[in-house]
């Protein structure tokens, strides 16, 4: 199913401003559950391909989703229907924190909606890892990545050292 | 704050950021405090800390963290400054890659399916490292980062039913 221009501009509009924590989880639960316009699969291909190359991935993210529907028009719309909620909203926030930022109650709902946050993230790596039934040899890059990460080995690193071996578990995934 | 002057350093920085900021904003938050605060000296370790706080509570990609240190630095002006120079050579990259993706190359496909555990990895991570700074802010948000793991994970209700449930756990217990 294809969206409509303006139907894709509304949805990463509506991401955008409904995603807390980062937008990717809010990106996958719209596009691929409630609307249908992507597979989990594909979803995760476009997010693979945004992680890869340099740049914020939600934004790349959105880049590869509007070309695929829409052409570079596509691309110009979900990336500033990405931006424009967040952009609007940050500029009140910026001007409201250096004033109320240091209240013990503020302090404590940020606390709270940023561990939240990190089980939403977490969360959506675990269900994306389950749906997209990698091969034994796909998980353990997989792994591999999740550890490195953790370590804080430099990302370009990460990606030069396991990007051959899930490549060449794809390749044989394939046959 | 420190006045327009800083707009061309501040320009600078992101851009130089932004090249080799693979994996996203979570990924590269290592670099970007080496830049922003030893490095330039725009803010302390404490002010940035919170700063990535308040962008991962207010919505929008996690990226909007170089928002606001760019108001930080230069007010509204720097605020678009930083997120251009970060956001604007990679997306004409992202542009010309997607373009690619339509030919449906056969190792294109493959080098995307191998990437995609990579990235499921990197997401996981990041997850994890977020969950790791704030249960070093307060103990007690490791049963709720734990418990919104699951929820998220075993359901497919809004993502939002999570945050408001993270605000209220906060103003009540943390």
Redesign the interface.
Known sequence: MTPSRTQLFLAYLRI???????????AR?LLV?KKGWLTD?QY??A??????????????CA??I???FHG?AG?ALA?IG??A???A???G??AL?DRY?QIP?VR??????????????????????IK?R?TPM??A??????VL??L?VP??L??LG??P???????R??R | MSEDGEIGPLVLAFLALSLVSVGGGIAVLPEMHRLVVEQHGWMDSLAFAKRFALAQAAPGPNIMVVGLIGWHVAGATGMFAAMLAMCGPTSLLAYAVARLRQRDLPWLRLVERGLVPIAVGLIAASGLLLAKGTVEEATLALPLAAACTVFVWRSSRSPLWVLVAGALYGALLL
């Open positions: 955008g401003l409904t995603g807390f924590g980062g937008v990717n989880a809010w639960q559950e699969q995760a291909e997010l693979g391909v945004g992680q890869v190359l340099p740049g914020p991935n939600a934004l790349n880049i590869n509007g070309t695929r570079a691309a990336g990405l931006f909620g967040p952009m909203v940050l500029l926030v910026a924190y930022g109650l404590a709902v940020l606390t709270g909606i940023a561990a939240a946050a990190a089980g939403m993230v977490l969360g959506t790596a675990i269900k994306m890892a997209l990698p796909l998980t890059t997989g792994l591999l990545a999740l990460a953790l804080r990302l370009p990460v990606l396991l990007a071996l899930g490549i060449w578990a794809a390749r995934a394939a």
